[in-house]
């Protein structure tokens, strides 16, 4: 059983977006999750700069705005063949800010956050080296391609 459970709070979401994000998400996981992983459960939170600071103020300390959370709640240690992957949080302000500072669309900055926050689920950080940085920049390019093709993602 895969479990998708995706919320919102007082913001307008394009439908182009969310007609496949399930599918597309399940996709990614199937790319990431280990063979022995065989249900689980995904938590996603789109919301406001407002909101994603209070979030990032209670359960990190910083109280500041970000583009995305993750809280991954997986054990990879332990084989257990269901289990709640996280919870990811996206700010669709921030999401908004970037795309148009990067200069591509809301849909690709969205699911490219969501792909960064997916990996931090399994594992994946850019933060300790840049060795580790390269590593989880190649994984985000390999899963956006499968929904988008080949690409740049920079």
């Given at each position: 059983m895969e479990s998708v459970r995706v919320e919102f709070t007082d913001i307008k979401i394009q439908d182009t977006l969310l007609h496949s994000l399930e599918r597309n998400i399940a996709l990614f996981i199937k790319e990431l999750k280990p063979s022995w992983l065989q249900s689980w459960e995904i938590s996603i939170l789109i919301c406001t700069d407002k909101e994603i600071q209070t979030i990032n103020r209670k359960r990190r300390s910083k109280d500041s705005p970000t583009d995305v959370l993750s809280f991954p709640l997986l054990d990879m240690n332990i084989s257990i063949p269901h289990q709640m992957i996280g919870e990811i949080i996206i700010s669709w302000d921030t999401t908004i800010t970037?795309?148009?500072?990067?200069?591509h669309s809301v849909n690709d900055e969205f699911y490219r956050l969501l792909v960064h926050g997916?990996?931090?689920?399994?594992?994946?950080?850019?933060?300790?080296?840049?060795?580790?940085?390269?590593?989880?920049?190649?994984k985000e390019d390999e899963l956006l391609n499968l929904v988008f093709g080949d690409s740049t993602w920079d």
């Open positions: 970037q795309a148009e500072k990067i200069g997916i990996l931090h689920l399994f594992g994946y950080d850019h933060e300790t080296n840049q060795e580790d940085e390269l590593k989880m920049k190649a």
